[in-house]
C-alpha cells in the first residue's frame, strides 16, 4: 500500500477543481463521550460497546487521508503534535460539546492520547480513537438510564431553579453527582417546554420516555464506520474547517444532494446538539417557495401525509431523519420545528411541505423593479436575484450555445430591464454561497471594460507556485451595463460572491452594500479514495476534502478570513460572530499577495461618504428600518440568552413578554406609514412580509441616480430632497 501511494504522488498529477461550493457550517454534531472511572457499573457496560473497534481498511483509510493532506493541502501542512492537539480536542468538543456527558477525570484521562494522533493516524492502531468513543457510549448510557428512572415521578415545574442550557463553556463536572444534579435540571426543562405546548403530564411522561429509549436504541446503532469517520472528520477539519472525510454511506448521501435532482424538501441539515437544523434552503426547492421554513429551524418532528401522525426525532441520527424527510413525488410530509432565534418555550410551528425534484438548474437568475420617489420623480431600480454562480459545464464542453449560464441569465435580464427604462440597478447576492469560478469572472466582465477579476494560488510555497491572474473570459466584449451599481451582500454571501463583489469594488465599479460577507477565500477538491487502491473495497472508503487553493482580489488582499467590507453598512439580523469564517476553528488566515496591474475608475469615496450620510439620515426617520433595528436588538438580546427559568409561569410570562413586545413594536411601525393595526402577529399576511434591506439599498441606488445628474453633489447636496 505505501509504494502505491508514493507511486500516486510522484506521477499522478492531482486535478484541480475550480468550482467554489458553497460551503456553510458544519456542525461538529453532538456526541457525549468519556472517560471511564473504574466503577463496577461502568465496566459493564463497557462490555456492551466492545463490538466496536477499528478495521484494517480503517488504517489503510487513516494512511492515505494523511499522505494526501501532506502533499495536496494548500498550507503544507505537518502531521505533527500540533496538529494531533487540535484533533483531540475538535474530536471531544465532537462528542460532548455542551458538556452534558464528560467528567472532568474523563478528560484528565483523554490528555495522555494529545499527541499520539499524528502517529495513529500515520501507521499505529487507531484502537485510541474507539476507546475514547466507548467512553463516550457509557456516558451517555448512564444519563439516559438517569433520565428515565427520573420520570418516575412528576417534577415541579414550579419551582424557582433556574436551568443552564448552553453550556459549551462551563466547566466540566467533577463527579456524578454533578451530573445528576444538570440532568435533573434538563429534565425539568424538557417537561417545562411539553407542558408550555398544552401537554399533560401523562403526555409528556410518555413522550419523554419514549424519545430517551429511542437515544439508547441509537447508540447500539452505531457502526465501526460512524466512529472512524467522526474522528477523521475531527482530524480533517483540525487542518482547516473545509476539509472533511465522509465515509462511503455519507459520500453517497452527498452525491445525491449534489446530483441535478432529487425528491425532497430542498434544504440542507446538519445535526446541532439532540436536534436536526436547517443549515441552508435550496433555492427551487419546496422550502424555498414555500417560504417559512427558515436557516438555523430546528425540527422537532415530522409526520406523513395531511393526517400523519407526529413523529418526535429530537435525538435521531441525522440520517434517518433525511430518510424518512424524503419520499415520494407531490407527496405532503409535515414538520414541527422550533423557529430560530425562538425564546426558550415558545410555541413550536407547523410547516407543511409537498415533496417535489430539487433541480439545481432552477436556481435561476431573477429580476424586479422597485420604484423609488426622489425629488418628485419616480425613478426605476432594477433588482437581479443571483442565488448561485451555476453553469452546465456539460453542455457547454458539447458546444451548446443555449447552456444554462448565471453569466447569460443575468446579460439577458439586463436586457430586459434596460427595455423598462430603469435608471439604476442592484445585483443581489445575499445567501449566495458561491458556485463556478468562471461565472463569477464572466459576470463581472459585464460592468468592466476588461483586466484582471481575481488571483489564484495552489500553494503557499510562493517560489513554486506564484499567483495566477484570471482575467474577464470575454475581454472584446463591450460593457454590457454602465449605469448606476450596487452590489448587495450579506454574511452568507460567500465565495464567488465574494469575488465578483471585491472586483466590483476594486474596479469603483460600483458601491457594495449591507454586511461583511463570509470570507470563504479558499478552494477545496474532491478525492473518491476507492480509486487510489487497486484492491476494491466492497464497503467503500469514502471521500476526502482537501483545501488545494486559495483566491485573493487583484489588490492582493485575500476574502479569506475577512470577506469584502460594504461600502455602507446595512443593520442585519445574522450575527457576525456566530457566521462567517472568522467563527470558525483553524480557518485560514488572511494575508496579502502582490498587487496585479488593472485600470480602475476614478475613486469614488466622496460620493460613498455622501451616499452614507443620507442613507443615515433617512434610516433615522424611516418606520421600516427603525423597526428593524427594534427586531435586530430583541433577537439578539434572546440570542444570548444562556438560563432559563424552570418555573411555567415565569417562563409563560417572558413569552408572552416578548410576543407583546414585537406586536408592539410591529403596531408601531404601522401606524406610522398610516396602515391598519394588527392584534395578532399571525395576522400578518404573506403579501406585508418586509424586504428592508433591499429597499435601502434601492433608495441608495437612487440617489446615486440624483447625485449623477448633479454636476457636485458635495456642494449641492443642500438642494437635494431625499
Given at each position: 500500500m505505501e509504494k502505491e501511494l508514493r507511486k500516486f504522488f510522484q506521477k499522478k498529477t492531482l486535478v484541480l477543481s475550480l468550482i467554489l461550493i458553497a460551503v456553510y457550517l458544519p456542525s461538529p454534531g453532538k456526541s457525549e463521550v468519556n472517560n471511564l472511572s473504574n466503577t463496577k457499573d461502568n465496566n459493564l457496560y463497557a462490555d456492551e460497546f466492545s463490538a466496536l473497534s477499528p478495521e484494517i481498511r480503517h488504517e489503510a483509510i487513516g494512511v492515505l487521508v494523511a499522505q494526501f493532506i501532506q502533499k495536496s493541502h494548500y498550507n503544507n501542512i505537518k502531521i505533527d503534535d500540533e496538529l494531533s492537539s487540535k484533533a483531540l480536542d475538535l474530536y471531544i468538543k465532537n462528542l460532548d460539546q455542551n458538556r452534558m456527558y464528560f467528567l472532568e477525570s474523563d478528560l484528565e484521562n483523554f490528555e495522555r492520547y494529545r499527541y499520539q494522533l499524528d502517529d495513529i493516524v500515520k501507521n499505529k492502531p487507531?484502537?485510541?480513537?474507539?476507546?475514547?468513543f466507548k467512553v463516550h457510549q457509557v456516558r451517555v448510557r448512564n444519563r439516559l438510564n438517569f433520565a428515565i428512572t427520573q420520570l418516575s415521578n412528576e417534577p415541579d415545574i414550579f419551582t424557582d431553579e433556574y436551568y443552564t442550557f448552553e453550556r459549551s463553556e462551563e466547566p466540566w463536572a467533577k463527579n456524578e453527582a454533578e451530573l445528576n444534579e444538570i440532568w435533573r435540571k434538563r429534565i425539568i426543562n424538557d417537561v417545562v417546554s411539553l407542558a408550555l405546548e398544552g401537554e399533560q403530564w401523562e403526555s409528556i411522561q410518555n413522550i419523554l420516555l419514549k424519545r430517551y429509549e429511542r437515544f439508547i436504541k441509537r447508540l447500539d446503532q452505531v457502526n465501526n464506520d460512524d466512529v472512524f469517520e467522526r474522528f477523521m472528520n475531527m482530524f480533517s477539519n483540525a487542518v482547516d474547517p473545509h476539509s472533511s472525510y465522509l465515509s462511503p454511506r455519507n459520500a453517497d448521501e452527498y452525491r445525491i444532494a449534489m446530483s441535478l435532482s432529487y425528491v425532497g424538501i430542498g434544504a440542507t441539515l446538519r445535526t446541532e446538539e439532540d436536534f436536526v437544523q436547517i443549515v441552508n434552503i435550496i433555492k427551487g426547492g419546496p422550502a424555498d417557495f414555500d417560504g417559512k421554513l427558515k436557516r438555523d429551524d430546528r425540527i422537532t418532528a415530522i409526520a406523513q401525509g395531511k393526517e400523519g401522525e407526529f413523529v418526535d426525532v429530537i435525538g435521531w441520527r441525522l440520517d434517518d431523519v433525511v430518510d424518512i424527510i424524503r419520499g415520494p413525488k407531490d407527496s405532503t410530509v409535515k414538520l414541527q420545528i422550533i423557529p430560530a432565534n425562538a425564546l426558550p418555550g415558545s410555541p413550536r410551528e407547523i410547516i407543511e411541505l409537498t415533496r417535489g425534484a430539487v433541480k439545481l438548474e432552477e436556481q435561476a437568475a431573477k429580476s424586479q423593479i422597485v420604484n423609488v420617489k426622489k425629488n418628485g420623480k419616480d425613478l426605476s431600480i432594477g433588482v437581479i436575484e443571483v442565488p448561485g454562480f451555476y453553469r452546465d459545464y456539460s453542455a457547454s464542453s458539447w458546444r451548446n450555445s443555449n447552456f444554462t449560464s448565471v453569466t447569460r441569465d443575468v446579460k439577458r435580464l439586463i436586457g430586459e430591464l434596460n427595455q423598462e427604462g430603469i435608471d439604476g440597478l442592484v445585483i443581489d447576492v445575499r445567501g449566495n454561497g458561491g458556485g463556478h469560478l468562471t461565472e463569477a469572472t464572466a459576470l463581472t466582465g459585464l460592468f468592466i471594460k476588461n483586466g484582471p477579476i481575481v488571483q489564484f494560488r495552489k500553494s503557499t510555497n510562493i517560489r513554486r507556485n506564484p499567483p495566477q491572474r484570471l482575467d474577464d473570459p470575454d475581454p472584446v466584449s463591450r460593457v454590457y451595463y454602465d449605469g448606476p451599481l450596487a452590489v448587495l451582500v450579506d454574511?452568507?454571501?460567500?465565495?464567488?460572491?465574494?469575488?465578483?463583489?471585491?472586483?466590483?469594488?476594486?474596479?469603483?465599479?460600483?458601491?457594495?452594500?449591507?454586511q461583511q460577507t463570509y470570507g470563504k477565500g479558499t478552494v477545496q477538491n474532491l478525492y473518491s479514495l476507492d480509486q487510489y487502491f487497486r484492491k476494491k473495497d466492497d464497503k467503500g472508503l469514502g471521500q476526502l476534502t482537501l483545501t488545494i487553493g486559495k483566491y485573493y482580489r487583484i489588490t492582493g488582499e485575500s476574502t479569506q478570513h475577512r470577506g469584502v467590507y460594504p461600502d455602507i453598512v446595512l443593520p442585519s439580523n445574522i450575527d457576525i460572530n456566530d457566521v462567517g469564517e472568522s467563527a470558525r476553528e483553524n480557518a485560514l488566515?488572511?494575508?496579502?499577495?502582490?498587487?496585479?496591474?488593472?485600470?480602475?475608475?476614478?475613486?469614488?469615496?466622496?460620493?460613498?461618504?455622501?451616499?452614507?450620510?443620507?442613507?443615515?439620515?433617512?434610516s433615522e426617520i424611516d418606520p421600516n428600518s427603525q423597526y428593524q433595528i427594534s427586531r435586530i436588538k430583541a433577537n439578539e438580546r434572546i440570542r444570548n440568552i444562556k438560563t432559563v427559568s424552570l418555573n411555567i409561569d415565569k417562563r409563560r410570562t417572558a413569552r408572552e413578554s416578548e410576543v407583546s413586545k414585537a406586536l408592539a413594536d410591529e403596531n408601531k411601525r404601522r401606524k406610522a406609514l398610516d396602515l391598519q393595526l394588527i392584534e395578532n402577529l399571525e395576522d400578518i399576511s404573506e403579501d406585508e412580509v418586509l424586504d428592508i434591506q433591499l429597499d435601502q439599498a434601492a433608495n441608495i441606488v437612487a440617489d446615486m441616480v440624483v447625485f449623477a445628474d448633479l454636476k457636485n453633489p458635495l456642494t449641492t447636496a443642500n438642494s437635494y430632497n431625499n
Open positions: 487507531l484502537d485510541p480513537v474507539f476507546e475514547i454574511r452568507f454571501s460567500a465565495s464567488a460572491s465574494e469575488i465578483f463583489a471585491g472586483a466590483i469594488q476594486d474596479y469603483s465599479r460600483g458601491i457594495i452594500i449591507g488566515p488572511w494575508d496579502v499577495v502582490k498587487r496585479t496591474r488593472f485600470n480602475a475608475s476614478a475613486p469614488i469615496d466622496s460620493l460613498i461618504q455622501t451616499l452614507k450620510n443620507y442613507h443615515n439620515l433617512r
